[in-house]
């Protein structure tokens, strides 16, 4: 019987970074996807009056919006979209917090 605890596989699978690059990657789409789902509510904008303010192609909204995993989700496509509901992206970048010593 396999007997290991879930923090300890995040801990084995976020030591990998493609992995965990990978999981930074899913959670700003997230993160921004969210956002932009709220907002089209607020708005009273469809998925389809997104779709042609945006342009093609569709499959960019889908992975914006995480109906769709995987692919490339580029910043121009972020971008066009906060920008099509009155919004701009601002980002920052920090220092990596001190990695703490093992006991």
Do not use: W
Request: with cysteine; charged share 30%.
């Amino acid at each position: 019987m396999l007997n290991i605890s879930f923090n300890k596989l995040v801990e084995e699978v976020m030591s990998d970074k493609a992995a965990r690059y990978a999981a930074i990657e899913n959670n700003i789409r997230r993160k921004i996807g969210l956002v932009v789902c709220k907002e089209m509510k607020r708005q009273c904008i469809s998925y389809e009056d997104m779709e042609d303010l945006m342009g093609p192609p569709a499959s960019q909204l889908r992975r914006l919006l995480h109906d769709e995993l995987g692919g490339q989700l580029t910043l121009y496509t972020i971008c066009r979209a906060l920008d099509v509901m009155g919004f701009e992206l601002d980002f920052k970048i920090v220092p990596k917090p001190p990695k703490k010593e093992k006991k």
